[in-house]
């Protein structure tokens, strides 16, 4: 690799997705979400050059997107068992939905590479929950690598695949919004060639049959012994001893130690930037551990916090390391971070949202940066800068949908209506003027809670799903719905794309769609397509609302092209 091309600027997702490649990566698989699309979507476009080359071929390198994070996994296990490494991305609640392969994927004896890349969004900028990965890689008993910069999170991708392939499970990299989407300079190794063809031949070792997964999950559990023996030698996994104030010499390096502080991911930065004048004001910087590596280090923990009188933890999500702590550490030691002492109240750091320079400060016990930033986010000089809620775009066909369903849906006794939504552009039409949704829980929980709320009693109940939330998990809502003829209404905003994500492509068509939903057993009578325009408003309103007084399923179909998918569509054309 030449100089020129061994550095590269990049996002944290295409430093993975260049690790990724340069391990000899074979096949990537994914479902779009925030923040991590763009792991995947580097991928593709390498995969769209293979194409333009015409060097797509079996065998050769191939990215796609698929229905949903669950369907990505299985892709990869398909891969491992082929002997080849593969990448699955996901953003942390697409793990749920890939929970059952996960779990099962660490007791098989993993061939190929086989990492998942989980991008958290810790303050949740566009997701659900605040959800923390790392508890899925302790709870499959894999191994976790969590980056703090763009380098980490090519050189962990690349080291991923060679612990998958040692240990024979799938590895887990965690990532969060701010390295996922930051970018800097990263420097590039050797490509590694792709693993050649070679099946397992035991089948034993894939093949879940009690029999055989109780021994594999007692395989399982052996090796964790040789995991943490991994996990506390790596160099992501590091203890510095407390070190002297600059010009004041360093400080005795035994005896009691007041505090001592763990850190891990982004944390580890946040802490740093504080450091000099965390040293100033005691003298000397305390000692520290910070971890990058997965299940924890608990002998560096333990030699870390040998005579200490406080344990700090600075870490980014949940408080992981925290809570394990109080299981590593004797009681004489304090545990501070998110938890507070244990009877309710508030820990040194923000139990929710994202840690920052100016919050670790505040859990270092330093008094506010005399900056302007600072004084804003403390509070203590007045902001007037206005609020800003995500809308949906001028224009937006689900507008017109919403306009549509709040008419068709007045009158109706509110005490026995309802409105279920799902995930997507869509949810937008929760916030004013349209303000129709009145549940938002995950994918595809539009449809399984309408269905639940006429069971219950509800008589007019509409719910309203995307068609790629719909084809990620709402079909198995809607052949439940379907085969108890449920009285509700599925109201499908089909706009052809995965809009919230970047416009990506759905894996059903807009005209394949009718012909799934008819093989699912809601009946042709019963299934209307609507063109989404302002001018039809008022007649699809009437047509929406003989279908929800319909005592049986419905489904119906609001169809227009998301603006922005119109508008890449044609920048494409031109170029
Ligand atoms: S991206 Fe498309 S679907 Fe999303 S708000 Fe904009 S126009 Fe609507």
Redesign the pocket.
């Known amino acids: 690799m030449s100089d020129e091309k061994s550095m590269q600027a990049l996002l944290g997702d295409e430093a993975v997705a260049v690790g990724a490649l340069h391990a000899g990566l074979s096949a990537a698989y994914g479902y779009p979400g925030t923040p991590s699309t763009e792991i995947l979507e580097y991928l593709l476009e390498t995969y769209k050059k293979q194409r333009e080359k015409a060097e797509a071929k079996p065998g050769n390198f191939s990215a796609r997107w698929c229905s949903n994070e669950k369907t990505a996994l299985e892709a990869a296990l398909g891969v491992s068992f082929a002997g080849r490494r593969s990448i699955v991305t996901m953003k942390h609640v697409g793990l749920n939905v890939a929970g059952d392969p996960f779990m099962n994927g660490a007791l098989l004896g993993i061939k190929g590479g086989l990492v998942l890349a989980v991008a958290d969004d810790p303050g949740m900028h566009s997701s659900q929950g605040e959800q923390d990965s790392r508890y899925y890689a302790a709870f499959a008993m894999v191994p976790c690598l969590e980056p703090r910069t763009q380098q980490e999170a090519y050189d962990m991708t690349r080291e991923a695949f060679e612990i998958s392939e040692r240990f024979h499970v799938p590895v887990m990299l965690r990532l969060v919004t701010r390295l996922s989407h930051a970018r800097s300079g990263v420097r590039l190794q050797k490509e590694r060639e792709a693993n050649p063809l070679s099946r397992i031949t035991d089948k034993t070792e894939w093949m879940l049959l009690p029999a055989f997964a109780r021994r594999n999950y007692a395989r399982l559990i052996e090796k964790q012994k040789e995991i943490a023996e991994w996990a506390e030698a790596h160099p992501a996994n590091k203890l510095e001893p407390s070190a002297g104030a600059a010009g004041r010499g360093p400080p005795p390096q035994t005896g009691k130690k007041d505090l001592v502080v763990i850190t891990s991911g982004l944390g580890g930065n946040y802490y740093e930037e504080n450091l000099a004048d965390l040293a100033a004001s005691r003298g000397s910087s305390p000692s520290r551990l910070h971890i990058g590596a997965y299940p924890l280090p608990v002998e560096s923990i333990r030699k870390l916090c040998e005579g200490a009188e406080t344990a700090l933890v600075i870490e980014e999500g949940q408080p992981f390391i925290e809570e394990r702590l109080r299981g590593i550490l004797p009681q004489s030691i304090a545990i501070a971070g998110k938890l507070g002492d244990g009877r309710g109240g508030p820990g040194v750091a923000p139990r929710t949202g994202e840690l920052d320079p100016d919050n670790v400060r505040r859990a270092l016990g330093l008094p506010p940066r005399p900056n302007i930033l600072s004084v804003i986010k403390t509070g203590t000089f007045p902001s007037s800068l206005p609020n800003r809620p995500p809308q ?2 001028q224009g ?3 507008g017109n949908s919403y306009e549509t369903i709040r008419k068709a849906m007045a009158g109706f006794d509110p005490a026995l209506s309802a409105v279920t939504s799902d995930i997507g ?1 869509y949810s ?1 039409g929760a916030m004013p003027p349209y303000e129709v949704p009145e549940s938002i829980v995950c994918m595809g929980a539009s449809i399984g809670m309408a269905k639940g709320a006429v069971d219950s009693g509800l008589k007019y109940v509409t719910a309203v799903i995307g068609d790629s939330t719909f084809i990620h998990s709402g079909i198995t809502a809607l052949i439940d719905a379907a085969a108890a003829n449920a009285a509700m209404t599925v109201a499908i905003l089909d ?1 052809s794309i995965v ?2 994500t970047g416009c990506q492509d759905t894996m059903v068509p807009s005209d394949k769609l009718e012909t799934l939903i008819r093989g699912l057993g809601v009946e042709s009578d019963h299934l209307v397509v609507l063109e989404t325009k302002k001018q039809l408003v008022e007649e699809n309103a009437k047509l929406l609302r003989k279908e929800i007084e319909y005592p049986g399923l419905s489904v119906v179909i609001f169809r227009r092209e ?4 119109a508008r890449k569509r044609s920048r494409a054309k031109k170029a």
């Open positions: 949906l775009c937006c066909p689900h552009c937008l706009n809009a919230m998301c603006l922005e998918a």
